[in-house]
């Protein structure tokens, strides 16, 4: 298997070039030649093996360049810090509706699912490819993808790692887990502004060439560890064949039958891992895409034009307000009969004028597989409450608004509505919903007080429902204070190499 670009079709890099080098060079992403195929009977065979063993089988049918007892070692270690033993455990709510939980991974969001696998692959096609730097993720986040970058790469060899995140943009929980973080390898900074600042404080040290050679001087070259990487996608593709395989067995769709998956959607990420599952032979009917009030991805869906130039609203769903779908260009490639040259001049046009038109053609295909819909904060928390009352089952904020946009999407069809946090992850906002004349300021006892509602309602002990890493959160000692302006990021970044390499040497 190869891999082109999106912008370039001339383009065929093996796949741990692709995870090396994260983008390709004129800007495109990189994309599987073809969709090897899954038969029906081996996918309803899934169910009867472990996860990391569905994992090895679907990755590997990508990435050639690596050994299924590779593949398959690397999925054993990424997964065995899940707190669930099927890793991703799909929970029936009734006759029709399940819901695949993805956050059972040590910081607690569907991140973990890739970012436990994607540090493993890249230390790996390092050495495959001979790059004699090692490798420094810069990462800039919202919350989640920060935490769960770090988690990742711990201790990996060959790596280092630099988040910075907003200093007053994350919540209570978040920062904690970033600050208690352990590792030899691993630095973070709080940044003086708002996520923008931070983002584009990345990008530039991505483009300075000073900054590229000094570190190259010091042995560095940088990656990024975001979604557009294919090492992050490949592990998202699995949980849908995991999933299908498994309602099948528990007799929630029949051997065959179209199921749909409603996906709460930020960057585009985990849904079109559902489309390239349904490429390579998955029994899918509609992919529901679910957005909060940052609904240009919804918009876009009903009109075929993507339309960046509007408001930006600050949610309880933080991890889905974006306007900027990095991966939707990976679909507009196959949706144009992959056609680079078009897909570029959509996304010269958004850079430019933050705006295109794919045109009627184009949109028609698209809802050939896709469907979508949007929530706010009012319809999420809504559904949230629901969800608790008549099938006392507890989500997080992010999977509320899928939930919301489930039950106004829902056909005869079986459908999966996939969970991305832990309900814990965002504890003030989740009792909003359920208790909204309760107030609780502080995170902990927030998590306390849903712990408590939930083992009433299930009839467990509080300690039962509360995951053991919120519980740890609370008494883990803050490890890092580095703090820095948005326009010295650049001196922040050298400070981190000398305290990552300091740490190196005293032990
Ligand atoms: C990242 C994230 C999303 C959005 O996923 P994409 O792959 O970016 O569409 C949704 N929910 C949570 C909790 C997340 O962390």
């Known amino acids: 298997m190869k891999f082109t670009s999106t912008r370039n079709t001339a383009l065929s890099v093996p796949s741990a070039q692709a995870i090396v080098q994260g983008i390709s060079e004129e800007g495109g992403l990189f994309v599987p030649e073809s969709f090897p195929?899954?038969?029906?009977?081996?996918?309803?065979?899934?169910?009867?093996?472990?996860?990391?063993?569905?994992?090895?089988?679907?990755?590997?049918?990508?990435?050639?360049?690596?050994?299924?007892?590779?593949?398959?070692?690397?999925?054993?270690?990424?997964?065995?810090?899940?707190?669930?033993?099927?890793?991703?455990?799909?929970?029936?709510?009734?006759?029709?509706?399940?819901?695949?939980?993805?956050?059972?991974?040590?910081?607690?969001?569907?991140?973990?699912?890739?970012?436990?696998?994607?540090?493993?692959?890249?230390?790996?096609?390092?050495?495959?490819?001979?790059?004699?730097?090692?490798?420094?993720?810069?990462?800039?986040?919202?919350?989640?993808?920060?935490?769960?970058?770090?988690?990742g790469f711990q201790d990996v060899p060959g790596t280092g790692i630099l988040v910075f995140f907003p200093q007053d943009g994350v919540s209570d929980m978040q920062k904690l887990q970033m600050l208690t973080q352990r590792g030899e390898n691993v630095a973070v900074c709080a940044v003086e502004g708002n996520f923008d600042d931070a983002q584009t404080g990345v990008k530039r040290l991505f483009a300075s060439g000073e900054v590229k050679e000094r570190l190259?001087?010091?042995?560095?070259?940088?990656?990024?560890?975001?979604?557009?990487?294919?090492?992050?996608?490949?592990?998202?593709?699995?949980?849908?064949?995991?999933?299908?395989?498994?309602?099948?067995?528990?007799?929630?769709?029949?051997?065959?039958?179209?199921?749909?998956?409603?996906?709460?959607?930020?960057?585009?990420?985990?849904?079109?891992?559902?489309?390239?599952?349904?490429?390579?032979?998955?029994p899918v009917g509609r992919l529901v895409c679910a957005s909060n009030d940052n609904k240009v991805l919804s918009d876009f869906f009903a009109t075929g034009v993507y339309d960046r130039r509007r408001e930006f609203y600050k949610t309880e769903s933080p991890s889905m307000d974006i306007l900027i779908s990095s991966n939707l260009e990976r679909l507009l490639f196959e949706a144009s009969g992959r056609n680079a040259?078009?897909?570029?001049?959509?996304?010269?046009?958004?850079?430019?004028?933050?705006?295109?038109?794919?045109?009627?053609?184009?949109?028609?295909?698209?809802?050939?597989?896709?469907?979508?819909?949007?929530?706010?904060?009012?319809?999420?928390?809504?559904?949230?409450?629901?969800?608790?009352?008549?099938?006392?089952?507890?989500?997080d904020t992010h999977t509320a608004v899928a939930q919301a946009v489930a039950e106004e999407k829902a056909g005869g069809a079986p459908f999966v509505v996939l969970s991305t946090a832990s309900p814990y992850k965002f504890p003030a906002a989740v009792l909003k919903a359920l208790c909204p004349q309760e107030d609780h300021p502080d995170a902990f006892e927030a998590a306390g007080a849903l712990a408590a509602l939930q083992a009433a309602a299930a009839g467990k002990t509080p300690e039962a429902c509360l995951p053991e890493k919120i519980r740890e959160l609370s008494s883990l000692p803050v490890r890092h204070d580095a703090v820095c302006a948005p326009n010295g990021m650049e001196e922040a970044l050298y400070a981190a190499l000398g305290r990552i390499a300091g740490k190196k040497a005293t032990n």
């Open 341 to 395: 040259e078009v897909v570029a001049g959509w996304m010269a046009s958004l850079a430019k004028e933050g705006v295109y038109d794919v045109g009627g053609e184009v949109l028609a295909a698209l809802r050939a597989d896709f469907d979508a819909g949007w929530s706010d904060g009012a319809h999420a928390r809504a559904a949230l409450a629901r969800a608790f009352a008549q099938h006392r089952y507890v989500m």
């Open 37 to 151: 195929q899954l038969s029906l009977e081996e996918i309803l065979e899934f169910a009867k093996h472990s996860y990391p063993e569905c994992a090895a089988r679907v990755m590997g049918l990508y990435l050639t360049d690596f050994s299924r007892e590779e593949l398959l070692q690397m999925a054993k270690e990424a997964y065995a810090s899940f707190d669930s033993e099927q890793v991703v455990p799909l929970a029936r709510l009734c006759e029709n509706e399940s819901v695949l939980e993805l956050f059972h991974g040590p910081t607690l969001a569907f991140k973990d699912v890739a970012l436990q696998m994607l540090p493993r692959l890249m230390a790996a096609s390092i050495q495959k490819t001979g790059a004699k730097h090692k490798v420094l993720i810069l990462v800039a986040t919202s919350g989640d993808t920060g935490k769960a970058a770090l988690e």
């Open 216 to 282: 190259a001087r010091e042995g560095w070259q940088l990656s990024s560890a975001n979604s557009i990487n294919w090492g992050r996608l490949v592990p998202q593709i699995v949980y849908y064949f995991w999933a299908y395989s498994c309602l099948v067995k528990e007799g929630g769709a029949k051997p065959g039958e179209a199921v749909d998956f409603v996906v709460p959607t930020g960057n585009f990420g985990d849904i079109l891992a559902g489309y390239y599952a349904k490429r390579m032979g998955l």
